[in-house]
């Protein structure tokens, strides 16, 4: 096999020289060179230039059409929906720009393709042309900014919800782990030296609001219409703890506890019935289908979003919500660490 | 018009009349091939090292576009490029994944686009067009090749060591980088890759401050900053930038040593890694983080400028007109250079820094899209009635001008923090750097190998394969970089080793083909490109002196790879660069050597 590779390569560079030696020879026949432009060359690219054009706007909207039904569902949580609806505008104005700055751009391309008998105009500067290109952007990107701003310092705030749950996220290679407050809405604290086989955070054992502690894998459950506050630690490397149905993601850094909070406001039920979702499983149950593979139902997840090493692609964890019943219901089934801490 | 300005028109100088008093020294094989200090082959050398390590680059991005589309399949292919030890039954090893995502991005980033553009670009067209007989320094000049001929050759040297070249991602975040327990390629590839960048920010700041020198030095007379052509703001722009911020990366680099081989915790803190705790205390990533990107945004413009320097020059000649906003042009590269230093935060929004130090930076980094709009209308208002001439360098600029404004616009939504909330590391950033970084600095680069090949070979490259390799160049480029948009509104995070470990992408394979496929016509589409290269270099039709009928001085040289480039006296300049069609004029171009008419006012702006 190697060798027919080997063969078949020798006798394209054959094949090549040959060809090469043909048109230098003929080069010699004809009359000028081949390497000035000439009409007929502007004339083509130039009408390629426009195909081209009207193929890549129409591309775009080919593939938005498309793969419509891929992209994640709305939001389910209460800022996510502020910044869906911000998503939304900024990139109404921007496919907008795209378009029609493309659209002039091959249209140019086109319409002013050389010819031996043009001359061009000259053109060097205009300076109200110049102010108008400055100051439009400026001004819409003002817009852009002070709503950006408006989110962003919602969003990031410190929670002062007191109903809130707080939820410790912990992740190391190549897991991760959810840690409820407990009976006394209190995180114990946490040291990385006492980490060992039974003790996977780093549970200070001398501190005893860490006792009621409850600790989950795999898995873990919030309540619908709740403020949670999460709180990331990492054991190793830095991780990115990324739950894109609810348009939420911070990093998780050794050494460092950084924070993220949200208000689920659709339960994995309800989702479950959204016409939207229920459309996007179907594709995958059908892309699951020619795999072989069994039909899924839809689930929210948690995804590692910072390169972590070899499983950094597969490192995630379900979240379910739920009612705040059956919330609770659940959690007073889970075990709290106490036995483990207090050996 | 006089008699002595058509003469000039002819392309030579005034200066005829002088005689070849300069003495044209034998020089042996090393000190004319190897060992140059000439200007003109250091920057082939520059080009032809790039060329190397970017089909390198581009083989690996094929390997790993092969595993994205279809996981777990068994290809011949990659088998006979990795061996049995990557690459076994043909299939991508998950380590050696992370390894070449790291070493391709790497490569195009520094190798490339970095050490290949400026390096060619800026030794060829600085002297030339300020009318210089060399560098400033052709012994630094010199150096700066080496130093980078050095440094590529320790990074490829990494990708054959037992436990693989560094993988942690081209931006290496401790403490993934900084720890051998945490991935093999963080031990003997990591060093090597620590080293291998060192020696790279050794080559590329000899050359910086020699370009940078050299044009505010080395100017001939009547070269003033308003009659530089664009190609060489651009470049000292760039060399500027890259003076200020590639020592910081070599201080980030060294500090990762440091924790790396001598116990120090400057980005180290409690970690539990390999089964045990390790004793460093007090440390942060988020410092390695801040350091990086100091350097690691200018770097974008570091790459971008160039490119765009270039197309303004191709543009103007091209389009047979004036760039439209000389001074403007160079207003909007000065503005992006400042500005490139103070926006280095937006790639850490959601890194745990400080969420207000966040708003400072979408305020910064937002207001670069002012200058950048200005840049991308004018680029069109020179297309506005001009006589487009379609050299193959003027296809690739006008690739640039869309690839610019379409990965552009996606930067406005990553810049807004809240927005970037939900997209960040996924494939949406994925899609809007290799648009607006990757493909505007590569077509860039393209344009300028056609346009000045006959300056570095003397010879021209075929026009029909030109065309060609544009257009699968172009096409597939968008093919591969535009669907990624959408995986990323999928929620696809880069990085990750297949997509389908776990349903939730299930029903994106088909978007993941379309990309791969792409990707390989785009690949064997480079052939074309490195055929034709090598093909004019020796056997490529003879070039007249001036091809395009270009104003800027390089074109005034003679035919002929001499040192100090003019025989005689130096060439003076009298007028901007950007002449074309200028009414009352006979012809549609008029070099810069052309004194002034009667009356005549030089210049596109300013009065």
């Known amino acids: 096999m190697k060798l027919l590779i080997l063969i078949g390569l020798v006798l394209l560079i054959i094949a090549v020289h040959q060809l090469m030696r043909v048109v230098e020879l003929s080069r010699q026949f004809k009359k000028g060179n081949e390497w000035s432009v000439k009409d007929s060359d502007n004339a083509f690219n130039g009408k390629a230039m426009l195909a081209f054009g009207f193929a890549f706007i129409g591309f775009f909207f080919w593939q938005a059409d498309r793969w419509n039904d891929n992209a994640l569902p709305g939001a389910a949580s209460v800022h996510g929906l502020k910044i869906d609806t911000l998503w939304d505008y900024n990139m109404y104005l921007v496919v907008l720009v795209f378009v029609i700055t493309n659209a002039v751009l091959f249209y140019f391309a086109y319409k002013y393709r050389g010819t031996k008998d043009t001359k061009a105009t000259y053109l060097a500067h205009d300076n109200r042309l110049e102010m108008i290109w400055t100051i439009v952007p400026a001004v819409v990107l003002a817009f852009i900014i002070i709503f950006g701003l408006k989110y962003w310092n919602e969003i990031t705030d410190r929670s002062t919800d007191p109903n809130k749950?707080?939820?410790?996220?912990?992740?190391?290679?190549?897991?991760?782990?959810?840690?409820?407050?407990g009976n006394d809405k209190t995180l114990g604290e946490t040291d990385y030296r006492q980490i060992d086989g039974g003790n996977s955070v780093g549970l200070d054992t001398l501190d005893t609001k860490g006792y009621d502690d409850i600790i989950v894998k795999n898995e873990f459950h919030i309540p619908v219409n709740r403020e949670i506050e999460f709180k990331m630690r990492s054991r190793d490397v830095i991780h990115s703890a990324y739950m894109p149905h609810f348009r939420a993601q911070m990093n998780c850094v050794p050494g460092m506890i950084t924070e993220f909070?949200?208000?689920?406001?659709?339960?994995?039920?309800?989702?479950?019935?959204?016409?939207?979702?229920?459309?996007?499983?179907?594709?995958?149950?059908?892309?699951?289908?020619?795999?072989?593979?069994?039909?899924?139902?839809?689930?929210?997840?948690?995804l590692c979003n910072k390169i972590c090493g070899v499983s950094h692609y597969n490192m995630q964890m379900n979240i379910v919500v739920e009612s705040e019943k059956d919330y609770n219901a659940w959690l007073a089934k889970q075990k709290q660490v106490k036995p483990l801490a207090a050996k | 018009m006089s008699h002595e300005h058509s003469a000039d028109l002819t392309g030579h100088l005034g200066h005829h009349d002088h005689a070849h008093d300069h003495d044209e020294h034998e020089e042996s094989f090393v000190s004319k091939y190897i060992f140059s200090m000439d200007h003109k082959m250091i920057s082939r050398q520059f080009l032809i090292t790039a060329i190397i390590m970017a089909v390198i680059a581009m083989t690996m991005s094929i390997i790993f576009r092969m595993q994205l589309a279809w996981p777990g399949e068994k290809f011949a292919f990659i088998n006979a490029m990795l061996g049995d030890k990557w690459g076994k039954d043909g299939i991508l090893d998950p380590n050696m994944y992370l390894a070449l995502v790291t070493i391709h991005g790497t490569i195009m980033v520094f190798f490339v686009l970095t050490g290949g553009l400026s390096g060619t670009f800026a030794n060829l067209l600085i002297p030339y067009q300020v009318g210089a007989r060399d560098m400033a320094s052709g012994f630094l000049n010199m150096l700066s090749y080496w130093f980078f001929f050095l440094s590529s050759a320790i990074m490829l040297s990494s990708l054959f060591i037992e436990d693989g070249p560094a993988s942690g991602g081209w931006t290496i975040y401790p403490p993934l980088s900084a720890l051998p327990e945490a991935m093999p390629g963080s031990r003997l590839g990591m060093t090597l890759w620590?080293?291998?960048?060192?020696?790279?920010?050794?080559?590329?700041?000899?050359g910086g401050i020699n370009y940078v020198v050299t044009v505010i030095n080395l100017r001939t007379k009547g070269m003033k900053m308003t009659r530089m052509p664009l190609t060489i703001w651009a470049m000292l722009i760039t060399a500027i930038l890259g003076v200020l911020s590639f020592p910081v990366l070599v201080s980030c680099v060294v500090l990762l040593i440091c924790d790396r081989s001598l116990g120090t915790s400057f980005y180290l803190s409690d970690i539990y890694i390999g089964g045990r705790p390790l004793d460093n205390v007090g440390g942060s990533p988020v410092l390695f983080e801040h350091l990086f990107w100091f350097l690691g945004h200018p770097e974008v413009y570091i790459v971008l400028l160039p490119a765009l320097g270039i197309s303004s020059e191709v543009i103007s000649t091209n389009s047979r007109k004036p760039i439209f906003g000389y001074r403007a042009m160079i207003g909007s590269m000065l503005a992006i250079g400042f500005l490139s230093f103070i926006v280095w935060g937006h790639h850490m929004f959601l890194t745990g820094m400080n969420p207000f130090l966040g708003s400072v930076f979408v305020f910064t980094t937002l207001l670069i899209a002012i200058p950048?709009?200005?840049?991308?209308?004018?680029?069109?208002?020179?297309?506005?009635?001009?006589?487009?001439?379609?050299?193959?360098?003027?296809?690739?600029?006008?690739?640039?001008?869309?690839?610019?404004?379409?990965?552009?616009?996606t930067g406005i939504i990553l810049a807004d923090s809240t927005l970037d909330i939900n997209v960040h590391d996924t494939y949406f950033v994925v899609a809007h750097f290799h648009i607006v970084m990757g493909l505007s600095a590569i077509f860039g680069m393209f344009a300028g190998v056609y346009h000045w090949f006959p300056k570095m070979f003397l010879r021209m490259m075929n026009k029909k394969l030109g065309y060609l390799h544009f257009w699968i160049t172009f096409i597939c480029a968008y093919g591969v970089f535009f669907p990624m948009h959408f995986l990323g509104l999928a929620g696809v995070p880069r990085r990750y080793y297949t997509n389908s470990a776990f349903?939730?992408?299930?029903?994106?394979?088909?978007?993941?083909?379309?990309?791969?496929?792409?990707?390989?016509?785009?690949?064997?589409?480079?052939?074309?490109?490195?055929?034709?290269?090598?093909?004019?270099?020796?056997?490529?039709?003879?070039?007249?002196q001036n091809p395009w009928n270009s104003n800027t001085l390089e074109w005034t040289t003679p035919m002929a790879h001499i040192h100090g480039n003019w025989p005689g006296a130096l060439p003076v300049v009298h007028r901007w660069a950007y002449d074309y069609s200028k009414p009352g004029s006979p012809h549609d171009f008029i070099p810069q050597t052309v004194p002034l008419a009667d009356g005549e006012q030089d210049g596109g702006g300013g009065h």
Not at chain 1, 171 to 181: G, L, V
Not at chain 2, 194 to 206: A, E, K, N, Q
């Open chain 1, 165 to 181: 749950i707080t939820i410790e996220l912990y992740a190391k290679q190549f897991d991760w782990s959810a840690r409820y407050a």
């Open chain 1, 261 to 302: 909070k949200f208000t689920p406001n659709k339960t994995t039920a309800q989702m479950r019935k959204d016409p939207y979702v229920i459309q996007m499983m179907a594709g995958i149950n059908e892309a699951r289908a020619l795999k072989g593979d069994e039909p899924i139902e839809f689930d929210y997840l948690l």
């Open chain 2, 194 to 206: 620590l080293i291998s960048m060192t020696l790279f920010v050794v080559s590329s700041l000899l």
């Open chain 2, 372 to 409: 950048s709009a200005v840049k991308a209308f004018n680029y069109i208002t020179t297309l506005w009635r001009g006589n487009i001439q379609y050299t193959p360098a003027m296809l690739f600029s006008i690739g640039l001008v869309s690839s610019f404004v379409t990965g552009g616009v």
């Open chain 2, 503 to 544: 349903p939730m992408f299930d029903n994106l394979v088909d978007i993941n083909e379309i990309v791969t496929v792409f990707a390989i016509i785009a690949a064997l589409g480079q052939f074309i490109f490195i055929f034709n290269f090598f093909y004019s270099i020796f056997r490529g039709e003879k070039a007249p």
